[in-house]
């Protein structure tokens, strides 16, 4: 099994080695010509992608001035299986990529909270170490959307379809639970 890392800025080496550790290929996205090579990989094409942490407004511009954002937007919506962390979170939400029903609220635990660290439930998952940085949540879900987890009343992790996102890091801790979640959401996706 092979996954796209998102690579223009941010948390994705990480990510990387969170797969690698799981024994799973990854390949990072730079630009439209990796993407393309990334899905049409005639040995081994990608079965799901990760959007990493970073800086959502950089993030942003580099996918549109690398002619990145369309492709990606389609083929999420068409049902590749996609994991966003934090900023990652964001760029899934209504007011960008637009293919998850979900409004993001960046920053959202002001300066004094910019980080922290806390071991909370994930439906399905159990307990899980969750770590925040200058994080995001989700202030409002629409239809279809699965609430995972909330922390102090306040979303940080959610599914639709083959969708998932969390508001934290996994890939900054040793747990590898999410990233099993997701990899076999890549599974079930590409049985189907
Ligand atoms: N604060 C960042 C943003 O708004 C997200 C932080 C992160 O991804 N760790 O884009």
Known sequence: MKIGVLALQG?????????HRLGVESVQIRNL??????????????VGLIIPGGESTAMMRIMKDELLWQPLQDAIAKGLPVFGTCAGLILLDHTHLNTMNIDAR????????????VESDVK??????????????IEEIGENVDVLAQVDGHIVAARQGNQLVTA???????????HQYFLSLCTQAKAV
Do not use: K
């Open 33 to 46: 010509a990796d993407w393309n090579e990334a899905l049409s990989d005639a040995q081994q094409p990608i």
């Open 124 to 137: 399905g998952i159990g307990s899980v170490p969750m770590t925040f940085i200058r994080a995001p949540y």
């Open 106 to 117: 960046r920053n959202a635990y002001g300066r004094q909270l910019g980080s922290f660290r």
């Open 168 to 178: 934290f890091h996994p890939e900054l801790d040793e747990d590898t639970h999410i």
């Open 11 to 19: 948390a994705f080496a990480e990510h990387q080695q969170m797969l």
